[in-house]
């Protein structure tokens, strides 16, 4: 443990969870759209098991690097394409995603979630666990792989993963609450599980898209969207101002 004390050991600690946190979001976003599927006294609780699903996840594979080194190994080769177990977990997960951000953003155009027997029908609490499943296995792989990748020690790398998932499992409420408070906010997050399905299949076929990018491109749609949204209540407080002056002169 002297090893954790030193400054590059704390500084490849804050490194790698900042960028946890930042793989994670993805993760939260998605895990958060899925809960609201949910009965609202069932949400918190898919939400916080759906985390706590992914921190089980990401600390086992943590343990099992040597494994999952392994699927880098190809599967098989045609012409110059080699196919490896990681690129075919990408690419299902990538086509998984894109479907069902595909399926979330056609119910939110055609206005079926205000049909409560659709609703019911889509969202049993077991068969949304079983979706957050299957996507944090897609999210830990992509996030261990990235923490291999940038440090040696396993211990740095699991406190790492506790600390920013803990954040996450702190943040995800306030984040889902934002999120399905402001439904243009909900498309726009929809969106970007829609591009990052895109990039994950892509990677698969071993095209790599800078991931730097593609985060700088939701930063600053984020930012965008949240200056619309305070236009939008500066415009809202002027009208009921305005209506108010109108109500006071007609009395």
Known sequence: MESLLTFDALLSLVSLTLMEIVLGIDNIIFISILCN?????????????????????????LFAVTWLVG??????????????????ILMLGGL?????????????????????GTKKK??????????????DIVFS???????????DNIWIMIIAVVISLGIMLVASKSISDFIHKHPTVKMLALS?????GVLLFVEGFHVHV?????????????????????MKKKKSIKSIELKQRFDNGQD
């Open 141 to 151: 792989f992509d996030s261990i792989l990235t923490a291999v990748g940038l440090v």
């Open 122 to 135: 889509l969202s049993t609490f077991g068969a949304v666990l079983v979706q957050i499943v299957l996507l």
């Open 71 to 88: 699927l880098t190994s190809p599967l098989f080769t045609v012409f110059d394409f080699s196919l490896t177990s990681r690129d075919l």
């Open 96 to 116: 998984f995603l894109i479907y069902k951000s595909t399926t979330e953003i056609h119910q939110k155009l055609e206005g079926e979630e205000e049909d409560e």
């Open 192 to 196: 970007f599980l829609l591009l990052i």
């Open 37 to 61: 599927r949910l009965p609202e006294n069932q949400q918190d609780k898919a939400r916080r098991l759906g985390l706590m699903l992914a921190l089980v996840m990401r600390v086992a594979l």
């Open 210 to 230: 800078p991931k730097g990018y593609i985060y700088f491109a939701i930063f600053f749609s984020l930012v965008v969207e949240v200056l619309n949204l305070r």
